[in-house]
């Protein structure tokens, strides 16, 4: 890949997807205009960015962050490369990147959560699977150096509201109706959001779930007990769902992928169990989908030959290795090839213009 080759962009922009509006009880009176009275407050939205290049291919990867970060993990990576947003580009795929209701440019809420300082950097050391605070493992991917540190942890972004899967899957699933055909890419606590909108929308060809940390589902008259944990939030919760909803996960391709240094056995070290059974009960959903006939897959990166990964993969120094994985799969399931004509959205048309690789405005459809 030629990551000095400029991307020749044919469409770049923002929305809002799903969410709510409120309005106050009464009528409004100009001269009282800070009383609410029959005003409104749009809440509980997403935020999409959007890029597509030049013969783009028919399906959109729609990105999905996890917990403490916004639609930002996908772009520049903390050291100053390529994320997954760029990569995909180059690859030939339209990108939509989502803030999630209650983060980042999504932050008009509903229902309002207090955001405090905790310092709480050593247990996300330990958790993210960096290695043993302050000890990385040996031969970890995460960029080193206090430069990119710095940028890692200053893209944390808090909650302004409790996170709600359902609710995230609702703006997924709109976000999805304005991309059209898509493969929905998720990490972490982002998961569950991933599984129920693909649930409610047909628009969702496969779904790429990057070590997913809550929300496992199952039919709710099959739910596992408990997996029994030393991680700092204790015992892991599957989910149940009406078979029927849960039974649309095995009409699509399902790819779950695990990074590096995560044991087989419980360990006192609760970074690393907390994705030993994190992993098992992706192990096991993929399991419960494959017996009703569907199509789920996951993957451990070492078994394939690559080291060192921590829970974010997308931005670890070989991260060019886990999309050329992604786009393996996606060749394997048929999710990438090129069509004559530009799969059917209902984005509408707009004009962009001084976007790298464009000097002419150009109008487009995604």
């Known amino acids: 890949m030629d990551e000095e080759k400029p991307i020749i962009l044919t469409a770049q ?5 799903g969410g709510k509006t409120l309005k106050a009880e009464g009528t409004y009176d100009p001269s009282h205009a800070l009383d609410p009275a029959g005003q409104t407050k749009h809440v509980d939205h997403a935020y999409v960015f959007y890029q597509a290049p030049k013969d783009a291919r028919p399906n959109a990867l729609v990105f999905l962050h996890g917990a403490g970060q ?3 993990a996908w772009e520049t990576t903390p050291d100053g490369r390529e994320g997954f947003q760029t990569i995909f580009l180059r690859k030939g795929y339209k990108v939509f990147l989502m803030d999630q209701p209650g983060r980042g440019r999504a932050a008009s809420v509903l229902t309002s959560a207090s955001v405090k300082p905790k310092p709480d950097e050593a247990l996300w050391f330990d958790i993210f699977r960096f290695g043993h605070y302050p000890e ?5 991917q995460i960029p080193e150096g206090e430069e990119a540190a710095d940028q890692l942890w200053r893209r944390v972004t808090p909650d302004t509201r409790t996170f709600d899967a359902e609710l995230v899957s609702d703006t997924l699933s709109a976000a999805i109706d304005r991309a059209g055909p898509s493969v929905i890419v998720t990490h972490s606590q982002g998961a569950g959001a991933g599984w129920r909108a693909a649930m409610k929308n047909d628009n969702v060809r496969g779904i790429i779930a990057l070590e997913p940390g ?10 596992p007990d408990p997996l029994i944990s030393t991680s700092p939030f204790g ?9 029927r909803d849960f039974h649309k996960l095995t009409e699509i391709p399902i790819l779950m992928i695990f990074g590096d240094n995560i044991p087989d056995d419980m360990t006192r070290w609760g970074g690393e169990d907390n994705w030993r059974v994190r992993r098992m009960e992706a192990e096991n959903m993929a399991e419960e989908i494959n017996r009703q006939g569907g199509d789920a897959r996951v993957i451990r990166l070492p078994d394939v030959g690559i080291h ?4 974010f993969l997308f931005e670890d120094l070989n991260n060019l290795e886990s999309a050329d994985l992604m786009e393996d799969w996606m ?7 090129y069509e004559n004509q530009v799969a059917s959205s209902s984005l509408t048309y707009c ?3 001084d976007i790298v690789g464009i000097s002419n405005r150009t109008n487009i459809m995604l």
């Open 235 to 243: 015992a892991l919760k599957a989910e149940g769902v009406d078979p």
């Open 214 to 223: 809550v929300g496992f589902l199952f039919p709710d008259d099959d739910v």
């Open 331 to 337: 060749i394997e399931k048929e999710l990438e090839r």
């Open 13 to 17: 922009g923002s929305f809002s997807a």
């Open 136 to 140: 990385r493992f040996p031969g970890v």
């Open 70 to 72: 916004s639609g930002a």
């Open 351 to 353: 004009q962009i213009s």
């Open 308 to 311: 060192g990964n921590t829970q």
